[in-house]
């Protein structure tokens, strides 16, 4: 099968995503207050070269130059989150107004625009105040807190009751193991605890404000609307067909995979993730009723993907005590119940991440979903590549690497919908490059490249190329960049 041949259904979605705290700045403006990433990035030593999202990409003043671009580009939806402490400070009580008009404008001119909003209640900024502590006097809060799901409960009607009559899509969480086991068990992400029986009260409480917000967003949406929920699953591989090796896979997925599908799709949390974790936890924060409530219906599955996951057993897989880091030091794990299962890199060249480019895993995610939650429409909502792009000479950015990156997953992703996926659209991560967590601006993963000092954005070679396929619907060879 030639290129020519990879044409998308007509009603395909092709789209960019971006994230509030990575990209608009303006964080102490018109009544915002601090979020956990906030605190996190003005925390020494989390986030390298000491990068915060103060000022980002300016996208809360630079908003309307950011969606004409959108449309020069031909970006037919436009995902984007909504910064919950610039719409209720301290993740309760009334909303603040102008936060709420700066979403509203954004919207109405993205509408002007014909681009598509997606909207995301929640991509990982959740208010300081809810994490610092509660009034029951708890001396930590957030996400292993139940309390903050029924907050978010709140704020997902707040959001739908001021946008609901203007957009169609719309996404509870974002990446809620990344929220979970980066957040609360490895550290390496806000809040930056590392406690793994508050990563899986975390994770619980995420499926949790998943079935809260959908159904506080149903109550108020009109019914035309499409509520679902955007994660970030592994496509989890043995290393080996060994015994060992197939249950290192096994303990993997349950807690990249299931601990959240299970809820969402199934109301159950499965027994063998149960049993891998129960010297860390007996569950009793799962309460009577909560599995009806995290299974709700779904308008669609949002899959963001960049590459797969190889694992196998480790020479220690019998002990019980931590794993050693190269000093001797304890090694915080983002896999509670799975601490001596090892990474092994996939095959493939690698990403200025250090991910290794492989699409077939997209193909098989989508495909595994179609086949979990069948008759659920499913939108890729996150992919894409950081590269080391630098302008040349006369100003230009070429990124050939993205292109072929992008060109290889829009492959993977026609693969699936000719295997029967019924895949709407496409969104490519991320429309400009940004604040990247805790790399901060080191690692460029942007269709349009960002000069931070002047904030002066310009279109790369990916973008052009991505413009020429969503204008024709057909997957344009990776050598024809589009340039104009």
Not at 48 to 59: K, M, P
Not at 91 to 120: C, K, N, S, W
Not at 226 to 235: D, E, H, R
């Amino acid at each position: 099968m030639t290129d020519a041949n990879l044409r998308f259904p007509p009603a395909f979605l092709w789209g960019a995503a971006t994230a509030a705290y990575q990209i608009e700045g303006a964080v102490r403006e018109d009544g915002r207050t601090p979020s956990i990433w906030d605190t996190f990035s003005h925390t020494p030593g989390k986030v390298l070269g000491g990068d915060t999202g103060d000022v980002a990409c300016d996208h809360y003043h630079r908003w309307r130059d950011d969606v004409r671009l959108m449309a020069d580009l031909g970006i037919g939806a436009y995902r984007f989150s909504v910064s919950w402490p610039r719409v209720q400070p301290t993740g309760r009580g009334p909303a603040v107004q102008r936060g709420l008009d700066f979403y509203r404008a954004l919207v109405d001119e993205l509408l002007t625009h014909d681009i598509t909003p997606m909207v995301t209640l929640y991509h990982w900024d959740l208010p300081q105040e809810l994490e610092s502590a509660f009034p029951s006097g708890s001396p930590a809060g957030g996400w292993p807190e139940r309390d903050t799901a029924f907050r978010f409960e709140e704020y997902a009607g707040i959001v739908a009751g001021a946008l609901g009559d203007r957009v169609e899509w719309w996404a509870t969480l974002n990446e809620p193991w990344c929220s979970a086991f980066l957040g609360y068990g490895s550290g390496v992400h806000a809040p930056g605890r590392t406690d793994p029986a508050a990563a899986l009260r975390a994770a619980h409480h995420l499926n949790l404000a998943h079935g809260l917000g959908a159904r506080a967003l149903r109550s108020v949406l009109p019914g035309r609307a499409q509520v679902g929920v955007c994660l970030n699953p592994s496509a989890v591989r043995p290393l080996t067909s060994a015994p060992a090796d197939l249950d290192a896979r096994r303990r993997i997925d349950a807690l990249a995979n299931r601990v959240f599908t299970g809820p969402m799709l199934r109301g159950t949390y499965d027994d063998d993730l149960l049993a891998d974790t129960a010297r860390i936890t007996d569950w009793s924060f799962v309460h009577d009723g909560d599995l009806g409530v995290t299974r709700q219906p779904l308008g669609f599955i949002g899959i963001n993907y960049y590459s797969p996951a190889v694992v196998s057993a480790s020479a220690d897989a019998a002990a019980n005590g931590p794993r050693l880091d190269g000093h001797g030091a304890a090694e915080h794990s983002p896999w509670p119940g799975a601490d001596h299962v090892s990474f092994h890199r996939a095959p493939g060249e690698l990403t200025a991440m250090g991910w290794p480019v492989d699409p077939t895993g997209l193909t098989d995610l989508l495909l595994e979903y179609t086949a979990q939650a069948p008759g659920v429409p499913l939108f890729v909502t996150e992919n894409g590549a950081a590269y080391d792009d630098k302008p040349g000479a006369a100003g230009q950015v070429h990124d050939p690497d993205r292109v072929r990156y992008l060109h290889g997953h829009l492959t993977a992703v026609h693969q699936a919908l000719l295997s029967g996926a019924d895949v709407r659209g496409y969104f490519l991560w991320s429309l400009m490059d940004n604040f990247e967590w805790a790399y901060g601006y080191g690692k460029r993963f942007g269709a349009v490249y960002v000069d931070y000092d002047t904030q002066v954005r310009t279109p790369k070679s990916s973008a052009h190329w991505y413009a020429k396929v969503a204008a024709s619907g057909e997957l344009a060879p990776p050598d024809q960049e589009g340039e104009r």
